[in-house]
Each structure stands twice: as C-alpha cells, then as structure tokens.
C-alpha cells in the first residue's frame, strides 16, 4: 500500500510517494514563487498528478492523498485558511482535489501542519511509541502539534494548537492582537520584532546589529551577531529562552506529555540551548510532569510536515 503525502509552505509545495514504513519512494518539490490564490491550488494538483504518474512508472498503487496545510482546515466545510498565502482566506481545497480525475477513486485527507508535524515524528522521527506528545514549532510563527492518547487534538473548530496567543506578559499591548503574546516574542519574527524594539530604546548602542537596516533585519542576523558577542542580540535570545521554557511549562502541565519535541526554522539555531529551556521550564511546570517528560530537538528537520501528511494519508486506509 502506497499513499502521496503534500506538504504546503508559504514559498514551496513539497511532495512525496511513501510506503507503509514511511520511507519516501519518490520525491517532488515547486516554489511558489509569490503565486497567490487559485495558482497556488494548481501548483498542489500538478505535484500530486507528477507523483501519480510516477507512482504508475513504478507499478505502486497509491490509495489515499494526505496535504499539510500552513494555517487552520475547516473540515466540516472543506476550506482553508492559511494567512501566508494571498487568496486563501476560505480556500475550498478540497473541493479542488475532488474534482481532478486522476483523484477520483482516491481518499483525500487534509489537516493544519503542527497536526502534520507530530504525526510525522510519531511515523518516522523522535515521538515514535508516544502516545501523549507535543511538537512545538517555531518557526516564522508559532503553533503546536498536540497528540493525547495516540490522536490528535483540534479542538471544537479545528483550532486547537494555536500555541501562538499564550498570554505570557503584562499588560496587554496592541501589537500582541495580531499574531499573539508567544508569538510576538519568541517566533522567528518576533525575535526580529524585539531587537527592533531594543534598538529603538537604545539609540547609543554601537554593537553589531545597529550595522544592519531595521527593514531588512532577520532572526539570522540575531543568531549570528550573538554568536560574534554581540549583547543585544544575546539579551533578544536569553528572553526568548525564558518564553520557550515558560510555554513549555504550560504544555507540561496541561498535557502531561512523555516528550516536546521542538522544530521549525528557529530550532534550528536555538536547539543548543535545549537544556536551558528545560531549566526555564522546570521553575514553571508542574513538579512531577516536569520530571516525567522530555525535551528533544525534531529528527526531522524540514520534513516534519512532509512525512506527516503520509502519515494522515496512510491513516485512512489502515
């Protein structure tokens, strides 16, 4: 048995044939290339086709389609939002896919990418065996893959996971209604965010990140100019530490998980100071969850969301 897993970023559609082990048979990959709307749900109907026609060249029957989303699926309804892609405000994805031929005696599945990302370590990376586990992804935003009992957790409208708007912070400012308190902190973004708020607080500092242009500045940039010594940069990423450790803490004890494992872009960089986000966490958590839990970085890396969606796929014709 054989199913075609999709995975959907904001700059790229990623796709790939797995077996029922989850090893990749076959692999494709297109840039978005700024494409918006409609455009964007050809360039997800062309890479499934391009996969199938492989598959056939091979002699695998593929079953079933799993898509990986970068937002919140409505599945009563078929629709998508996913805020990075212009167009897609209430997309009917799956009335799209529903339409090709090629899809016709095929089952079609489609979720949100942190429900994606820990289905795939569960198949294939760091939370196989767990029943109860968490992916923590951090990346341009934040949100949470959360697995409670061998399912997923979604929520009353499919939202659950948005990890992003954990109010961590006092008082409330404006600029948290927009991506969420977490998010505005300790995302890819939100560290670019907070080092431009300290550069405008600081206007005698001379240190590395007051070389680069505030529009152009980048969670790299802060990465390296801390690893080059640079204060600023260091005080940015020790809060963000604190806010990593902190939601952790609340994951722990919410959830009671066996493991969090963290990925996205920022981990990445950030997957050095694990340890010290387990020390933040232990200060906040529950005493005895803390203790049953562990922190690990993605085995994954960039195709958490890939392997996952076979993994959504694979589950329909179990």
């Known amino acids: 048995m054989h199913v075609i897993g999709i995975d959907l970023g904001g700059t790229k559609v ?20 700024k494409q918006t709307g409609k455009a964007v749900g050809h360039l997800i109907v062309t890479s499934i086709q391009r996969l ?41 994805l ?33 939370a196989r065996a767990c029943r109860n586990a968490i992916f923590l992804a951090v990346g341009t935003g934040i949100g949470a893959g959360i697995l409670i009992d061998g399912k997923i957790l979604r929520g009353h409208q499919d939202i659950a996971g948005a990890i992003g708007w954990l109010a961590m912070n006092l008082p409330f400012r404006q600029e948290y209604a927009s991506c969420g308190c977490f998010e505005y902190h300790a995302s890819g973004e939100g560290l670019v965010k907070v080092a431009r708020d300290l550069l405008t607080m600081k206007p005698d500092y001379k240190g590395e990140l007051a070389q680069k242009s505030l ?9 390296q100019a801390r690893d080059n010594g640079d204060a600023l940069a260091s005080d940015v990423l020790d809060q963000a530490i604190q806010f990593w450790g902190m939601a952790a803490a609340n994951l722990v004890s919410l959830f009671n998980p066996e493991k969090i494992i963290f ?56």
């Open 14 to 33: 990623a796709g790939a044939v797995f077996d029922s082990d989850g090893q990749i048979l076959e692999e494709t990959y297109t840039s978005i290339n």
């Open 52 to 92: 199938l026609s492989r598959a056939h060249q091979l002699k695998l029957s593929v079953l079933a389609v799993g898509v990986c989303i970068p937002g919140i699926y409505y599945a009563q309804r078929g629709r998508v939002w996913a805020p990075n892609i212009p167009g897609w405000d209430d997309y009917p």
């Open 94 to 126: 799956l009335e799209e896919l529903e339409a090709v031929p090629e899809l016709q005696d095929k089952t079609i599945v489609i979720d949100s990418d942190r429900a994606c990302y820990i289905l795939g370590e569960t198949w294939a990376g760091n």
């Open 215 to 223: 529009d152009q500045l980048s969670s790299f940039d802060i990465f």
């Open 263 to 318: 990925g996205g872009g920022v981990f990445g960089p950030a997957g050095r100071w694990l340890n010290r986000i387990y020390e933040e966490a232990s200060r906040w958590a529950q005493p005895i969850s803390i203790k049953q839990v562990t922190f690990e970085i993605s085995a994954l890396a960039g195709r958490a969301g890939l392997i996952g969606a076979g993994r959504l796929a694979y589950e329909t014709i179990q």
